[in-house]
């Protein structure tokens, strides 16, 4: 059994800041990348960062200078700091990670979704 779960949201003031926090715990041998998605009403889930096991970060262009995803010690954990949100960000932030939950090399990953936290910027 398999746990993702997102902590952190809220509601901020355009120009604000937020950090989304994620823990997956439970049957894990691995994991390998950890990425935020978000998803506003009407529109379709968008990746907004991902970071590798490794440490590699790739973003949106949309928030690209204004978030950064991190990797805690632990590798099990993912932060998001949000910083000038504005009210574009506003959205429910869901937190996924790819994990290997059999050991050994070259076995298969799967797909966990925490059950997501929601972001609201004011203006």
């Known amino acids: 059994q398999v746990q993702v779960v997102e902590s952190g949201g809220g509601l901020v003031q355009a120009g604000g800041s937020l950090r989304l926090s994620c823990a997956a715990s439970?049957?894990?041998?691995?994991?390998?990348?950890m990425a935020w998605y978000r998803q506003a009403p009407g529109k379709q889930r968008e990746m907004v960062a991902g970071?590798?096991?490794?440490?590699?970060?790739n973003y949106a262009d949309s928030v690209k200078g204004r978030f950064t995803i991190s990797r805690g010690n632990a590798k099990n954990t993912v932060y998001l700091q949000m910083n000038s949100l504005k009210p574009e960000d506003t959205a429910v932030y869901y937190c996924?990670?790819?994990?290997?939950?059999?050991?050994?090399?070259?076995?298969?990953?799967?797909?966990?979704w925490g059950q997501g936290t929601q972001v609201t910027v004011s203006s």
């Open positions: 970071i590798t096991n490794g440490g590699s970060t």
């Open positions: 996924n990670a790819q994990i290997q939950i059999s050991p050994g090399v070259n076995r298969p990953t799967f797909s966990y």
């Open positions: 439970g049957s894990i041998f691995s994991i390998n990348t």
